[in-house]
C-alpha cells in the first residue's frame, strides 16, 4: 500500500467524492501535487455506481446533474458525456452516461489514490505528508467530537435484483402515504434506459442519523449551526486545513454547487 505514496505532497485531499476529486483536477492542471484518500473502499463519495447485471446502480441513491450555471455544465460535460434526463426546471440536466464513476476517474487522473484509508491512519503514519489538507468529512468527527455531535438525517437502501425486464416502467416513484415505510423506489435501468433481461430497484428509507450511518441532510436548525459555527473558530487553530464539501461545511449542496465550491475554493488558494 505505501508504495504508491511519495514522502511529501501539496496538498493531502481527504476524501475522494465530487469535492474533493474537483478540487484534485484543479490542483494538477496547476502544477501541484496531491494525494487523495478515502476511508471507503471505492472512489466517488455518494455518487458511486456499481454495475449489477449490466445495469449501472448509483449506490447511496439516485443522482441526476442539474443546473443553471453554463459553466459547470460545460466543466463536467469537457469530462464525460451526459445522456439527457429531466427532473427539474433548470436548464442543463443529464447523467453520466458511463455512470459518475468515469467523471471521478477523470477528475483524480494525475493525483495518487488510496482506498481504505482513514485520516488518522495516514497521518500516524506520515506525519507532515503534505503543505495542507483538503478536508471533506465532517468537521466534528476532525476534532474528534470535542464540543458534541452534529446532527444530520441518514438514509438506509433496500436493494433487490428482479429476473424480470421490467418492476415499475420508470426511474423513480416516490411514495409519501403514511402507510409505506420507504419513501421512494428507484428502477435504475430506466435513467439511462439500459437494457437488461433483469432489473435492479432500490427501495429508499429515512432514517436518524447515528454513528456508523451515512451522514446524508444536515439539520441546520439553530443549535446546530451554533455548534458549527463553534467548531469554525476551532478550525481557526489549524490554518493549513481547509474545510469543504457537504460534511466539511456542514451545508447540503446539489453536485453542481459542489462543484462550483471546490472550484472557486481552488482558485482562490492557488491563484
Not at 478540487?23 to 463519495?45: H, M, N, W, Y
Not at 437488461?196 to 447515528?210: A, D, F, H, N, Q
Request: proline share 4%; net charge negative; hydrophobic share 30%.
Amino acid at each position: 500500500m505505501w508504495n504508491n505514496v511519495n514522502q511529501h505532497y501539496d496538498y493531502l485531499i481527504v476524501g475522494a467524492g465530487l469535492y474533493g476529486a474537483t478540487f484534485a483536477q484543479e490542483a494538477t492542471i496547476r502544477g501541484k501535487s496531491c494525494l487523495v484518500i478515502d476511508r471507503r473502499p471505492q472512489i466517488g463519495g455518494n455518487v458511486y455506481c456499481e454495475n449489477i447485471e449490466g445495469i449501472t446502480v448509483c449506490k447511496y441513491g439516485p443522482h441526476i446533474f442539474h443546473t443553471n450555471q453554463k459553466d459547470i455544465w460545460e466543466y463536467v460535460s469537457d469530462y464525460v458525456k451526459f445522456l439527457p434526463y429531466s427532473c427539474s426546471i433548470d436548464k442543463y440536466q443529464g447523467i453520466p452516461e458511463k455512470g459518475y464513476n468515469c467523471l471521478i476517474e477523470k477528475l483524480l487522473e494525475g493525483s495518487t489514490v488510496i482506498i481504505n484509508m482513514p485520516y488518522q491512519k495516514l497521518v500516524t503514519a506520515f506525519p507532515g505528508i503534505a503543505d495542507k489538507v483538503i478536508y471533506t468529512g465532517s468537521i466534528d468527527e476532525f476534532f474528534e467530537y470535542s464540543l458534541g455531535r452534529l446532527e444530520y438525517d441518514s438514509l438506509r437502501f433496500e436493494q433487490e435484483i428482479l429476473d424480470k425486464p421490467d418492476f415499475q416502467g420508470q426511474a423513480i416513484i416516490d411514495y409519501c402515504d403514511s402507510e409505506t415505510s420507504y419513501t421512494r423506489i428507484i428502477e435504475h435501468k430506466y435513467f439511462t434506459n439500459q437494457k437488461s433481461s433483469k432489473t435492479v430497484i432500490t427501495r429508499e428509507y429515512s432514517e436518524e442519523w447515528l454513528p456508523g450511518k451515512e451522514r446524508y441532510y444536515p439539520i441546520n436548525d439553530e443549535k446546530n449551526n451554533k455548534l458549527y459555527q463553534q467548531y469554525l473558530e476551532l478550525a481557526k487553530e489549524c490554518p493549513n486545513i481547509i474545510f469543504g464539501g457537504r460534511l466539511g461545511k456542514y451545508q447540503y449542496y446539489d453536485m453542481d454547487k459542489t462543484i462550483a465550491s471546490a472550484i472557486e475554493k481552488a482558485k482562490e488558494v492557488l491563484e
